[in-house]
């Protein structure tokens, strides 16, 4: 027979949502850092485009100016040294105000044309590490701000746990 007062082990079930919610949040975590390390590694590659790679003249053809930033792009195009035509989708920044039929020079990997940059305009990897870096923001403040509060509920929980255990051995509370 066992007393009242027995603390019966329970193993708290991880339902199949609850797995699943966990998962999600765990892959949102990674979500920032990655696309940080992804946009990083694009505009050092852009950089090394534009350090060894062949530059050759390019003519703006078109020029998209929106007010969302991410849809300001301009299409270049240029001549390959095999004198095949390319072109390019650039990415555009809001202080700068490409004109159609202007000349740029552009970046491009003698082995593979298709892969171009154009001096003086920005890379696609600088969006990706921007939303990287806003959503490891908000999700890292967010996981430290339930942090702080799980180690400040643990806190009250032990404070609570010694007053008992006070009044249990005295009768008296004790403070």
Known sequence: MTSPNV????????KPWGMGSLVVTALVLCLGPVLMVVGTLQINADEDLVRTGEQVP????????RSKASDRRMKVEFQS?????????IAVDYE???VV?????VAYRESDPGHATVL???SDGVF????????????????IFLVICYLLG??????????QRNEGRHGVRLK
């Open 128 to 143: 990706l590490r921007g939303v990287g870096t806003v959503l490891t923001c908000i999700f890292g403040g967010i996981g």
């Open 101 to 105: 039929g202007e000349e740029v020079t």
């Open 154 to 163: 643990v806190r009250q929980d032990r404070k609570k746990l010694d007053e």
């Open 58 to 65: 390019g003519t703006i053809t078109e020029f998209h100016d």
């Open 81 to 89: 040294s095999g004198g095949s035509l390319h072109y390019e989708w």
């Open 7 to 14: 603390t019966v082990n329970r193993k708290s079930k991880l």
């Open 120 to 122: 003086g305009y920005e």
């Open 96 to 98: 700068q105000h490409p």
